[in-house]
């Protein structure tokens, strides 16, 4: 068994201990605590996404790998002399409603580890706070961490505050295209894929940036009135999808619990104009679903409904459409 | 570089001949654009230095060849300048006394002052050493001579406290006009400026007196894990009227949260207070009825009206048990999440603090076996608005029930989750929420 699927198998039970037992062992064979971060911690996190899509982790499983994780991490961020550079922070934090902290965290270790002095804020961070924070550490740039395509409307706001104050934005997760197309829509400074291309991106960065412009395309705007009804829509939605409070089902239960992030990955797809946004959350559901043991042609149904509702904002159901058609 | 400083386009300072003319209207029209932008670029930038580099890559290689932003601070000038097509370097230079230079004597006096710098001569190198203090920095200056230099003050409320020096090439010069566009540029840097320095100075302040009023970091309590979840109503203000605390022995402890009337800097400042007392008081004698009497006879003595409501929870360590003695004023009740996933609410009730002279706040006892927790919560957290309705006391079971088991961390950030979904962007009452579980193996 490899260290990484070891690693797994004791924060799967949430065993600290044995974790740290891991990670000694690698150390002691000579691995730094960057080694440790991406060959061991970064590959288990991804992993626990997964097997809870597959229905073969619960959700108390992921919550315990995770805090393990985090405790592993805070130890081996101990292990990192203070920063070399006397510059100001780098803010790292998540967009706002994103919970998921530990990406966000491994960049935040590998810029301490190459140096940089580090403001981290953690998970779900409001563009209020965000740039109070800003005003009072006055950053070298912010990094924020997104990885829910429903988030990307969330990064846009908040791009936008953080650029007004002439600070640079750096932008990663999940949530982005690898070529940084979605960022770059965004108003995003620049887009690191991971932790060493952050640390990279940090020292190519200006060290002012200008306020974003204020108008985006019409689609991109549409993008902003999706988000700003979402909840409305979402209501309909489940109306249509699960109109009796009895979701007795897992996959009806994980269904409704999906159905604001499938609402909020229309607008995300419209603010970046990339519909893969919402290609990605749908296949993601149909993977979900299929584990849950739904009946055939539920992510179909979905899809349909999810047109019904959103046909009156035109560039939404152009997404739609091409996508049905496209299934039927 | 050179390529760039060559085909810079200045077309802001070219010298209108007819006022009346198409082109002059242009310029016109494009010096006030580019004021509005200098206003909306710089303008968010609350840092010096910032504010410094976007003003200066307005300006070059756009509007001149080569620029300087200094100011005076401490008895030094820091000085900051930009060539078209290259960084901005720093220097910091001690300030020389008032009126024997042409820096020196622009930010004192507050008037402009124009020079010219032609090539070689020790006459010249001394009127550009005389505005451009910082050796380091006039070797730029040098690859553009022969050039006019223009020296035009920053002053805001009266004082003035830099300067903006501007270098044009020998022929293209600064006339009148030019003059009058770069003051009125000057002005707006000066008081974008200004106002940053201002406000650093003014959250240095606040950010001092406020480190005691947010809520504090928890201790560790050895045989117990604590976790919390705090957000205000008002998030600029970043402090709010909900608070809570954690002291005492590592056998003998309090929790108290609270919620005082009120919301932002105000209510935060009463939280302070509410939080010394019942350190204070707990420091006399921990039993948490006695606490809240305390407390309350202090508010009451104060008697400004100002009301508040709270939990105060004894922690004692009983085996692998963890017994909790709980006093309520008029406060939600606490619930008990235990180990096995049932939820109970802990049967708890007294007046609110600070109105009424009784003394009589009762203690009910729970215990928590190994697992089990404790959440006490405020009122923001049942009546946080929602698209239809608020979060309520049905839907904090429904998330509890769902949430998963074991972790206090886990729980707190499931109904943090749940709470923030629910709320969206509405504006909210102050949420605090505090978790303690048993958990005989935490050291």
Known sequence: MSAAEEYLTVVSRGDRGGALEVVRRLQAEGASPL??????????????????ARDTWSVAQEHAATAVSEAVLGLLGALVPPPSEHSAPVVVTCVEQEWHALPALLVAEHLRTAGLPVSYLGANSSAEHLVRHVHETAPRAVLLSCSLGASLPRVRRQVEAVRA???PVVVGGAAFDTDGRRAAALGADAYAPDGAAAVLAVRALPTATLPMPTLPSATAEEGLAVQADREELTARLRHRLLPTEETADPWQRVLGDHLPHLVGSVAGALVTEDRTVLDESLTWLADVLEHRKAPPGATERVAVELAGVVREYPAAARLLSVRTAAAG | MTAELDHATQDLLVATVDPDSASSLRVGSERASFLARLA???????????????????LVPGVVDWAQVVIREAGLLHCHARVGGGDVERASVPAPREGTSTLSRVISRGLRELTLVSVGGLDDNGALASAVPAPELRAAVDGIRPADLLVVPLSARGRGFGALTLARRGDDGFDEEAVAFLTEVAHGVAVTLDATRNLADSRRVASVLSRDLAPPSLPEMPG??????????????????DFYDVHGDDEDWTAVLGDVCGKGVEA????????QAVRTAALVDRGPSRVLDLVNRVLVSEGDGTFVTALCARARRRGDDLALAVAAAGHPQPYLLRADGSLERVDVEGTVLGLFDTHDYDETEVVLHPGDLCLMFTDGVLEAPGFEEQFGEERLHEVLAGAPRGD?????ETVAMALAGHVGDRAHDDIAILGVQNDPDAR
């Open chain 1, 35 to 52: 080694d440790v971060m991406n060959q061991v911690i970064a590959p288990a996190q991804s992993r626990v996404g997964e097997l809870w």
């Open chain 1, 165 to 167: 104050t002439g600070t």
């Open chain 2, 40 to 58: 909306r670029n710089v303008g968010g930038s609350m840092q010096t230095e910032r504010a410094v580099d976007l003003v200066l890559d307005m």
């Open chain 2, 224 to 241: 117990a894990r604590l976790a919390t979840y705090y957000r205000v109503a008002f998030e600029h203000e970043a402090l709010g009227g």
């Open chain 2, 268 to 275: 935060a400042v009463l939280t302070g207070r509410v939080r």
């Open chain 2, 408 to 412: 206090v961390h886990a729980v707190v």
